[in-house]
């Protein structure tokens, strides 16, 4: 494991224990498949910066960039159910490049969600279904 890399990310809400592979949020485990804890770790171990789709594809799932698919959309649409429990968004898509994982700061007590339509859509989507 590179000495430079993250072992923990945490700030008010989310906990992600990269060496144990575990996440948090609000105290409540996040039950996550291998797939998504791989990515959402990689995200942490980015964050601020923007990860390029091809990224997590090579990594995580071994795919060439001359692959095209949907698996990433869905794993990213699946860490984002669960992490937006807590009312935050702390996965922004950067269209047609990749994603960015958006830290909020411990110290940070005016923190805010990034507000997106689609977390709205996606809530009204879960509401209907429930």
């Known amino acids: 494991m590179n000495p430079h890399l993250l072992s923990c990310y ?5 906990r992600v224990d990269v060496t144990h592979r575990v996440a948090t949020l609000d105290s409540t485990l996040l039950t996550l498949t291998r797939k998504e804890c791989d990515l959402l770790h990689l995200l942490v171990q980015n964050a601020g910066a923007i990860v390029p789709r091809e990224t ?3 990594e995580i799932w071994g795919y060439g960039k001359e692959i095209r698919t ?3 959309d869905t794993h990213i649409c699946r860490l984002r159910r669960q992490l937006c429990r ?10 047609r490049v990749g994603y960015r994982f958006h830290p909020f700061s411990k110290q940070c007590d005016a ?3 990034i507000w997106s339509p689609w977390l709205m859509l996606a809530d ?7």
């Open 111 to 113: 923190a805010r969600p």
């Open 124 to 130: 009204l989507q879960l509401a209907c279904h429930s």
């Open 56 to 58: 997590p594809l090579l």
């Open 10 to 14: 945490e700030d008010n809400h989310l």
């Open 70 to 72: 949907r698996t990433l």
């Open 86 to 95: 807590g009312g935050w968004a702390y996965i922004e898509t950067i269209v």
